[in-house]
Structure formats: C-alpha cells, structure tokens
C-alpha cells in the first residue's frame, strides 16, 4: 500500500519519476491476488495521497482563516479517503460472492473502479456543494507532462480514455504474468500504443519558428518625464 501511494505521489512532485504513474496500481493488483486488500487500506491510501496534495492548505490554512475552520483541510483529507475506500472494497465484496476464485475478476472489477473514481474526482468530487466540480490536479497523467509526448493522445482520446489507458496497462500486465495468456501481452501493447506513438510521432517533427514571430517586438516599459 505504502508502495503504491509513494508511485502515485511522488511523481507530482519530482518529475523525472513520472514512470510511477505506470506503476502504482502494482502493489494493490498483488494484494489483491493475495486476497489481502480491505477497505480501510483504501482509507489509508487516501489520508496518504490526499494528505501529501493537501499539505499547502495544512501549512497556509490556518495562518489566513478564522481559528474556528483550522481543521477544515483535515475533514476534506478524510472526506477524500472515505471514497477511496469504497474502491478497495470492491475486490473483497467480489472475492465473497460466486466469482470468488476468478482473481482476473477481482484485478479488472477493481482496475475499473479505480479509473471511474479518478474520473469522479476529477469531475464531480465537490458535488456536496451543489457543483458538479472536481480535483482534476490529482489526475495521474499530470506527472507525464514532464515528457509532453506522453500525453499527446489527450487531445484526440481524451483525459478520461488516457487514464483508462493507464489502468488497462497495469492490469492486463498483471493479467499476463499470472495467467501467461497472450491475448493479456497484446493488451498492454494496445493501451501503452497511445503513449509511444505521441512519443514516436512528437519527436520526428521539425518545429519551426513562425514567420510571424519575426514582427512581434517588446515594448520596454520607460519612465514618463515629470
């Protein structure tokens, strides 16, 4: 779990780990064949992740607002992580009905939770205020913006599809490895293809300098005469 959170978050912070991205749901796919995942490691998980985002409110919060609200950044940690939970409980509930022993199952039912939970926090985690708004600086295709090719795909999937993509990749790599089926091997190919080919496709294109950019000028600011 520990591991998993540190992939997630410390990317956000120093990029050159962007690679974390790819990686985070690894841990929690092995718990899960363990069958060791619960809920209440989703509430750690989520105080862990959401305490590090939140950390500038924890330090600036109080210094700016009444004393009666110091705790407000607290609640909204504990708020986030109460819906992380549910996320987690999703493989056990599964591991207690008939599908028990199908532990592909468990790893796809809870891959796909997890990407519909970040679309929800991105796009409707605030919907207690009565606006369906979100965290969308918690997606974890941010950190991949420290090699903008990565993410080119965005502009024609989507942010919802690319994170999509992001899960499929761990989950059928996980698939593979457990089941050694290939049908898994060319699933990975297929969700990693829109992260390589914006790689591929980015770095054989020339830039060139506009032509317009030659009659662009800068006015200096100067001091008026009094």
Not at 15 to 37: A, D, H, S, T, Y
Not at 137 to 145: A, G, N, Q
Request: with cysteine.
């Amino acid at each position: 779990m520990m591991l998993s959170a540190g992939a997630y978050t410390i990317p956000f912070v120093w990029r050159v780990w962007w690679f974390g991205e790819f990686l985070f749901l690894l841990p929690l796919l092995r718990l899960i064949q363990l069958n060791r995942l619960y809920w209440w490691y989703g509430l750690w998980w989520g105080i862990l992740v959401y305490g590090f985002h939140s950390w500038p409110y924890i330090v600036f919060w109080p210094a700016h607002m009444q004393h009666c609200v110091w705790w407000f950044p607290y609640v909204f940690i504990v708020y986030c992580a109460l819906y992380t939970s549910i996320w987690f409980a999703v493989p056990k509930f599964i591991s207690q009905r008939a599908f028990h022993k199908n532990v592909l199952l468990r790893f796809w039912s809870f891959s796909a939770v997890g990407w519909l939970w970040f679309w929800f926090v991105r796009n409707g985690l605030f919907f207690v205020h009565g606006t369906m708004d979100g965290w969308w600086l918690t997606s974890p295709l941010i950190p991949l913006t420290a090699l903008p090719p990565l993410v080119w795909g965005s502009f024609y999937m989507g942010t919802t599809l690319l994170e999509g993509c992001l899960f499929i990749t761990q989950t059928a790599l996980v698939s593979f490895l457990i089941s050694g089926q290939k049908k898994w091997g060319y699933i990975v190919v297929l969700a990693l293809a829109p992260f390589l080919i914006g790689v591929y496709a980015l770095h054989n294109i020339e830039m060139k300098e506009p032509r317009w950019l030659e009659q662009v000028g800068v006015v200096l600011p100067a001091r008026l005469p009094s």
